[in-house]
T-cell receptor, first 113, second 111 residues
Framework: SAVISQKPSRDICQRGTSLTIQCQVD?????MFWYRQQPGQSLTLIAT?????????ESGFVIDKFPISRPNLTFSTLTVSNMSPEDSSIYLC??????????FGSGTRLTVV | GENVEQHPSTLSVQEGDSAVIKCTYS??????FPWYKQELGKRPQLIID?????GEKKDQRIAVTLNKTAKHFSLHITETQPEDSAVYFC??????????FGQGTRLTINP
């Protein structure tokens, strides 16, 4: 299955600032997914990142708050903009590997103070 | 869109006993149903998955069953061990499309 390198692993940020999270995959993948996992909760899909086109956002998530880049088939970034304490979560990227198995990055634990 | 319901939210069993977690889904187009295990502070790890053309799949102590007509699928863990303690998530999706996750089940194995 695909190996994903995600960074940073954690960060503590001031409210009002932005953080960019990076995911690098060791193979070319068509679609990458960005999830949010709030403390003690399940995983919620933020958006699907497609190479060469704009990301597709789920209900409740907007591009101005969570801009995504997908410059090639192995890399994507998610930015959490104008952060507030409510953005404190774990953010995970995911890709579809072989035989439809979804693999997750190690996650970014974000704390906004 | 797809909606996945997972029960129970917490489950406590004695070591050696079996554990069963159940999920229902709403979108009949979904054809891929994975189960993930997430230990504290770690990423979700795929433990088993099943596709819509299969009714049951087993991997050692873990099995998954799927009833497409009723739109539900279940995870069965037999001979539970302390290292099975974790949060388990079911999910539903189609092909290379997005996965929608259930709410999670916190499984505790009591020695």
């Amino acid at each position: 299955s695909a190996v994903i390198s995600q960074k940073p692993s954690r960060d503590i940020c001031q409210r009002g600032t932005s953080l960019t999270i990076q995911c690098q995959v060791d193979s070319q993948v068509t679609m990458m997914f960005w999830y949010r996992q709030q403390p003690g909760q399940s995983l919620t899909l933020i958006a699907t990142a497609n190479q060469g086109s704009e990301a597709t956002y789920e209900s409740g998530f907007v591009i101005d708050k969570f801009p995504i880049s997908r410059p090639n088939l192995t890399f994507s970034t998610l930015t959490v903009s104008n952060m507030s304490p409510e953005d404190s979560s774990i953010y995970l990227c995911s890709v579809v590997g072989t035989a439809n198995g979804y693999t997750f990055g190690s996650g970014t634990r974000l704390t906004v103070v | 869109g797809e909606n996945v319901e997972q029960h129970p939210s917490t489950l406590s069993v004695q070591e050696g006993d079996s554990a069963v977690i159940k999920c229902t889904y709403s979108d009949s187009a979904s054809n891929y149903f994975p189960w993930y295990k997430q230990e504290l502070g770690k990423r979700p790890q795929l433990i088993i998955d099943i596709r819509s053309n299969v009714g049951e799949k087993k991997d050692q102590r873990i099995a998954v069953t799927l009833n497409k007509t009723a739109k539900h699928f279940s995870l069965h863990i037999t001979e539970t061990q302390p290292e099975d303690s974790a949060v388990y998530f079911c999910a539903a999706g189609g092909g290379a499309q997005k996965l929608v996750f259930g709410q999670g089940t916190r499984l505790t194995i009591n020695p």
